[in-house]
């Protein structure tokens, strides 16, 4: 399966830093490789929280350098789909992570495929998805 736009979750790209075969290899089939601005900031959390912060940082930078990988970043569209996705779960009372909605409506609004190996991610219909 080739993708256009894969949106990868943090968990994701930390597999594929640790050069997942599987994620690696989808990667290596998709046309566009996007990071949500959220995710970047779990990533820098965690680099933060680390004892590696230079290495990880300066790996992430080369990939974002890549022509084939970008940051996606949310405009006002972003927060139309965030409020509709937000107010679906909590009428059905399945809420997810806040930072999990933010990736899931940029993911909608860029028409991309997230991965993702959360489960979270699955009470959201209108989400394209590989996990």
């Known amino acids: 399966m080739d993708l256009d736009l894969l949106v990868l979750?943090?968990?994701y790209y930390s597999a594929w830093a640790r050069n997942?075969?599987?994620?690696?290899?989808?990667?290596?089939?998709s046309k566009e490789?996007?990071?949500?601005?959220?995710?970047?900031?779990?990533?820098?959390?965690?680099?933060y929280f680390g004892s590696q912060f230079d290495r990880n940082y300066s790996d992430l930078k080369r990939v974002l350098a890549k022509p084939?990988?970008?940051?996606i970043m949310p405009s006002m569209e972003t927060t139309k789909i965030y409020g509709r996705l937000y107010a679906d779960l909590k009428k059905?009372?399945?809420?997810i992570p806040t930072n999990d909605i933010w990736i899931?409506?940029?993911?909608?609004?860029?028409?991309?495929?997230?991965?993702?190996?959360?489960?979270?991610?699955?009470?959201?219909?209108?989400?394209?998805?590989i996990s």
């Open 104 to 129: 899931a409506a940029l993911t909608i609004e860029y028409e991309g495929t997230l991965a993702s190996y959360d489960k979270d991610f699955k009470v959201i219909p209108d989400i394209k998805l």
């Open 92 to 95: 059905r009372g399945k809420m």
């Open 9 to 11: 979750d943090t968990n």
């Open 33 to 47: 490789v996007a990071f949500p601005h959220t995710v970047i900031g779990e990533l820098l959390g965690g680099f």
């Open 20 to 29: 997942n075969p599987g994620v690696s290899s989808l990667v290596r089939r």
């Open 68 to 71: 084939t990988c970008r940051i």
